[in-house]
Nanobody, 116 residues
Framework: QVQLVESGGGLVQPGGSLRLSCVAS????????MSWYRQAPGKERELVAA????????NYADSMKGRFTISRDNGKNTVYLQMNSLKPEDTAVYYC?????????WGQGTQVTVSS
């Protein structure tokens, strides 16, 4: 079955960096676009970034452009989110997502807390 396992979250000071990872299994990873979402307390889940199956195209939410970079390693079935210049408002649970035949699959999420 489809499994997505995120890691790499933690506590970081404002201006710091983190790299999140999501290891996927149960489907042909290189065929599918992958996305990162996040959900802050009391807010709806929002799209952070997405990447095509080959990694040739990416897109970002406006507030993340220039600070976050999504990438993937199809040999390792892993998608990454490099987050730089982190702000307190980036505090959220970050989720990996894949859509297969119109069904969305989610990982368990990884907590990112940006605080001094």
């Amino acid at each position: 079955q489809v499994q997505l396992v995120e890691s790499g979250g933690g506590l970081v000071q404002p201006g710091g960096s983190l790299r999140l990872s999501c290891v996927a299994s149960g489907f042909t990873f290189s065929v599918y676009a992958m996305s990162w979402y996040r959900q802050a307390p009391g807010k709806e889940r929002e799209l952070v970034a997405a990447i095509t199956g080959t990694g040739g195209r990416t897109n970002y939410a406006d507030s993340m452009k220039g600070r976050f970079t999504i990438s993937r390693d199809n040999g390792k079935n892993t998608v990454y989110l490099q987050m730089n210049s982190l702000k307190p408002e980036d505090t959220a649970v970050y989720y990996c997502n894949v859509k297969i035949r119109l069904r969305g699959y989610w990982g368990q999420g990884t907590q990112v807390t940006v605080s001094s």
